[in-house]
């Protein structure tokens, strides 16, 4: 019986009797492959791998694999014929054409995603599946499953990022992967972006709000204020650092500039812009030292950029703390409001009649007396400088024409307010 068995051991190995759908071809037992029956197992009580998607997979990688029963193959010497998983997967990965068969594709990335799920008892098992996750583009990516990216490459549909993007640009996990609870834990713990967002993806974004403003005035801006939420967001996160790509940030013309009020009777800067980049922008309102909102742009309309808050409604409560990393000022420089105040003295017209004209003068007087009470800047750098200047050219706005100081007489019982003790 021994010799028998042997005999016909021996003639099974060296006739072509096992048939291989993958490459249709009749070959020899040690010519043939077969794969390992615990291939990316999940658990008991999941379904068996779906073979047809396997079939699919091994057809394109052209791997002469046999489909024999597990009791046959049980019957035979197959150790050196047998893929394991860690051999499957290397092949799997390494393999350009797999797009072709992209839904088969998927589903077994699906099926890696949840056996790294469930690994955690098998430390080996673990290490070769987030080898592969980690060096190879894993994720099936909206709108069609086509595209594969990292998995830090990826966002959250439901985080705030997500809605910065559209579907079409590939950056979320399709649907039926991402509502799987097992693949969605595995590309959390790969590095799927939940709760922050690489800078460089923010400097990226931030780019395109300019051209899509043409095209689309209610995207860009949408866009914008998530741009904010997200700088916010990372900026609260303790694992997000700011790097010199963040920086970048400050520098690029994504943030709304505001509109020449009707009336305004200087030239107003940014006339030709609609957005520009923080460090050239000033915000549109500054407290006065009795906590009273001044509008900037009463102060320095003609010589900075003012700050289009209206358009952030959606992220008013986040954009204090990124106003300052955007390097956008609270307030314009004493140089800028007496440039300003000098240009409407010099342009304004005796008789002309304009509302505007009287409440700028008021604001830059408050902010010159504020400058001027402000302990924090000593007294005689201004007085040396800007408060001294205010002596060279008419302006006192006195019954609708700007005179020089020196012609003007006080009437106050008690000292005036500082700006008339400076002649």
């Known amino acids: 019986w021994n010799i028998c068995v042997t005999t016909l051991y021996s003639l099974l ?4 009797l096992f048939y291989s759908d993958s490459v249709r071809m009749w070959l020899t037992l040690e010519n043939s492959k077969f794969l ?19 079939k699919t997979v ?75 996750l980690r060096s190879y583009p894993c994720v099936p990516c909206t709108p069609d499953g086509k595209n594969l990216k990292h998995c ?29 609870s097992l693949a969605k834990t595995a590309m959390y713990s790969l590095g799927l972006c939940k709760d922050f967002i690489p800078w460089s993806f923010l400097v990226e974004r931030a780019n395109t709000i300019r051209a899509m403003y043409h095209g689309n005035t209610v995207k860009a801006t949408d866009r914008m204020q998530y741009i904010i939420k997200s700088i916010y967001k990372n900026l609260i996160s303790a694992t997000e650092v700011a790097n010199d ?50 509008r900037n742009e009463l102060l320095c309309g003609s010589q900075i950029k003012i700050f289009n808050d209206q358009w952030c409604t959606k992220c008013s409560s986040e954009l204090d703390k990124v106003k300052d990393f955007l390097q956008v000022r609270a307030k314009p420089s004493c140089g800028e409001v007496l440039s300003h105040f000098k240009l409407l003295s010099h342009s304004h017209k005796k008789g002309d009649q304009n509302q505007l004209v009287e409440s700028i003068c008021r604001a830059v007087y408050g902010y010159f007396e504020t400058c001027l009470l402000n302990k924090d800047v000593p007294l005689s750098s201004f007085w040396v400088s800007e408060a001294q200047e205010l002596k060279t050219f ?25 700006l008339y003790r400076i002649p």
């Open 394 to 418: 008419p302006s006192v706005f006195v019954s609708g024409e700007f005179v020089n100081a020196e012609v003007v007489s006080q009437e106050w019982s008690l000292d005036g307010p500082y």
């Open 13 to 16: 190995k060296s006739r072509t």
């Open 152 to 180: 830090c490459d990826v966002i959250d549909p439901n985080s705030v990022f997500a809605l910065m993007y559209d579907d079409d640009e590939s950056m979320f996990p399709t649907k039926d992967i991402f509502s799987n």
């Open 245 to 294: 790509k963040s920086h970048m940030l400050a520098c690029i013309p994504f943030l709304p500039v505001k509109h020449k009020p009707a009336g305004y009777p200087v030239p107003w800067c940014g006339d030709d812009h609609m957005f520009s980049c923080g460090k050239d922008l000033v915000m549109s309102g500054t407290k006065d030292k009795y906590m009273t909102i001044c």
């Open 58 to 132: 091994v057809m394109e990688l052209k791997l002469p694999v046999v489909d024999l029963p597990l009791w046959f193959q049980s019957e035979l010497d197959l150790s050196r014929c047998i893929i394991n998983e860690e051999k499957f997967l290397d092949m799997f990965f390494g393999c350009n054409t797999l797009n072709k068969v992209f839904e088969a594709r998927n589903a077994i990335l699906l099926r890696v995603f949840q056996a790294f799920s469930v690994s955690e008892q098998n430390i080996s098992r673990q290490k070769v599946l987030e080898n592969v």
């Open 36 to 54: 390992a029956s615990s291939l990316l197992s999940v658990s008991s009580s999941e379904e068996v791998l779906n073979m047809h998607n396997v």
